[in-house]
């Protein structure tokens, strides 16, 4: 692994700014188009981009799509694409794409306390104070919101919070795959089968007919969402640990709420609550401390 230069900063920054942008984009597509339909159209752009990726890059044997190992992409598919993504789009109907960035960048705190029980990464006192921290951020925004400003509901912050815990379930799914097969040949699978999973549900679930107004927009996010914040970003990412090392890459946690909280009031003027600002210093501090916590093993 190389020591980080401009363009990997570059790249970290482009991240950042890619998976920040998400959400308010999520709030576009939501004007036409349901959760489910969000999540399929999200899937089929990303899994169709993906292939061409690799067709063209050459890096993905597409045998193997028929290994006797395809239950483990069907699972990736499921628990890192499908639940998320379908969680997401469910609970940000409910709140500004601001708040869902803050709550959804809290995902890093999850992962040290699964990895903790589950594999040999285990809590230091910077991974412990980081954590405690890093809640004590989610729980500032969860009382402000819902008893104080009252611009959201428990539920639906529960909601993409629980999407944010199956980011975290997939991605250790994942590293466990990566002893047999490439990253591209992981996120290229695992697209394509949970594209397939959600298909019968856009089909059965989706009526035009029930939205009044559509919004050419929506349909340009949902592409957006599917071929940008999604295939490209997994790429990106892809390349970051490559080149640098997962506890780089991981730092892009960092960057991304301070984005989609730049974005939700710039495009959508989004309200920026006290509370927001100050959950986002306390979240930012814990995260800081948790890279200490690796800087340790």
């Known amino acids: 692994m190389k020591k980080p230069d401009t363009s990997s900063y570059f790249l970290l920054f482009g991240l950042a700014a890619i998976w920040g942008s998400a959400f308010f984009n999520y709030k576009i597509v939501l004007r036409s188009f349901d959760y489910i339909s969000l999540a399929g159209g999200r899937l089929f752009f990303a899994s169709a981009f ?3 990726i690799s067709l063209f890059l050459r890096s993905v044997n597409f045998k193997n799509f028929y290994h006797k190992d395809f239950y483990i992409f069907i699972l990736i598919g499921l628990i890192n694409y499908v639940l998320p993504f379908t969680l997401i789009g469910m609970g ?6 601001g708040l869902g960035a803050l709550l959804m960048s809290a995902g890093p705190f999850y992962a040290i306390i699964l990895s903790h029980f589950l594999t040999d990464d285990k809590f230091n006192k910077y991974k412990f104070l980081g954590t405690c ?4 951020s989610v729980c500032i925004l969860v009382y402000d ?3 104080i400003t009252r611009t959201t509901n428990l539920q639906s912050i529960l909601i993409v919070m629980a999407a944010s ?3 975290v379930a997939g991605g250790l799914i994942i590293k466990k795959t990566l002893k047999k097969y490439n990253n591209e040949t992981i996120v290229c699978f695992s697209m394509i089968w949970a594209s397939l999973i959600l298909l019968p549900f ?3 679930f989706f009526k035009f007919e029930n939205k009044l107004i559509f919004y050419n927009e929506s349909f340009y996010s949902l592409i957006y969402l599917g071929v940008v914040s999604t295939a490209i970003a997994f790429y990106i990412r892809s390349k970051i640990i490559d080149k640098n090392g997962l506890v780089f890459m991981s730092q892009v946690s960092l960057l991304i709420p301070i984005f989609g909280l730049i974005f939700s009031n710039f ?3 989004e309200t920026l609550y006290h509370s927001m600002i100050v959950s986002l210093i306390f979240l930012i501090l ?5 890279q200490k916590g690796y800087k340790k093993i």
């Not at 940000?92 to 794409?97: A, K, L, N, R, T």
């Not at 814990?286 to 948790?290: E, M, Q, R, Y």
């Open 165 to 167: 815990f199956f980011y």
């Open 50 to 52: 993906s292939i061409i």
């Open 92 to 97: 940000i109907d409910q709140m500004s794409s």
């Open 145 to 147: 919101q819902t008893y």
């Open 286 to 290: 814990g995260l800081f401390i948790l």
């Open 133 to 136: 921290i890093g809640f004590f």
């Open 267 to 269: 495009f959508l003027k």
């Open 202 to 204: 856009v089909y059965f």
